[in-house]
């Protein structure tokens, strides 16, 4: 063989060995979590992701560098020994990968983004980054209800005694209607609302505001369903002749004053009467 063909196999098989192992190092680089330890003290965030439901996606899914970003570091380095180069790929880049995956993966509720409206309604219409509402806390994603509150400054949590409930206790985002609030999810809590009988039928909502006056008075029972009830038996009597508002008589969700409720109620002003009387 001579010398011109036993060089070309020589050239040929270093072009082999390249190849090869800059694909295991690009391999390396860009596949292999264990490559990021090289340059970061990660082990508190490994661990944590490890734990994460992100566990079964790589490091350098979500912490991307381009290759201009790469080569900055790399002459950085070489030439200082170090680099102080300000990264996006810690905290800024995976915020803006989140799309990559979730856009039609699972969201809040099993459902994708673009079925969830307050997913539609946030990510879709308003342009709101996803670290906007959620957690960042190296690998926990939670949605943090206290950031609604940078938007929805006048939405304030209804009622006495429920400082501990949050956004996302009635709000759910994977809902498809606006309100994002299902009847059958006030009932979780309010567990003692019946759900038969008088108005059983009537929304939360028709009656309550819960981010505004949460106890109805006597101008809403009036001014929206029950207009003609001061017209009938003694109702407008007693609206206009005393400070009394329809609930003191009328218990919210069991609303009908029997012979029992009678003796305690109307004997607060006058001597007891029979309920069926009140109303010819």
Known sequence: MGTKPAI????????????????????????????????HLMEEGFRDWRRSKHSHIICQKCHQLSILEE?????????????????????????????????????????????????????????ISCDACHTGNIHNF???????????????VHGMGMAGVYCLNCHSFAEMEAKM???ERCFKCHTDVPTEGVMARVKCFDCHRPHGRLRIESKDCLGTCHGNETKVGRHGEHLRLTPLECIDCHKPHTWVVDEKQARTLCTRCHEYKNPLSFIY
């Open 8 to 39: 070309l196999i020589l050239v040929f098989l270093i072009a082999i060995i390249i190849f090869v192992k800059g694909y295991q190092f690009y391999s390396y680089t860009k596949t292999d979590p264990a490559f990021c330890s090289t340059c």
């Open 71 to 127: 080569n900055k570091l790399l002459i950085a380095f070489a030439l200082k020994g170090s680099w102080n180069i300000p990264q996006e790929h810690g905290s800024i880049k995976p915020w803006q990968n989140c799309l990559d995956c979730h856009m039609q993966e699972a969201a809040q509720g099993s459902k994708t983004l673009r079925s969830s409206y307050g997913h539609a309604r946030h990510v879709f219409m308003q342009d």
């Open 142 to 156: 939670d949605a943090n209800s206290r950031k609604c509150q940078k938007c929805h400054k006048d939405k304030l």
């Open 181 to 183: 609030v299902t009847q």
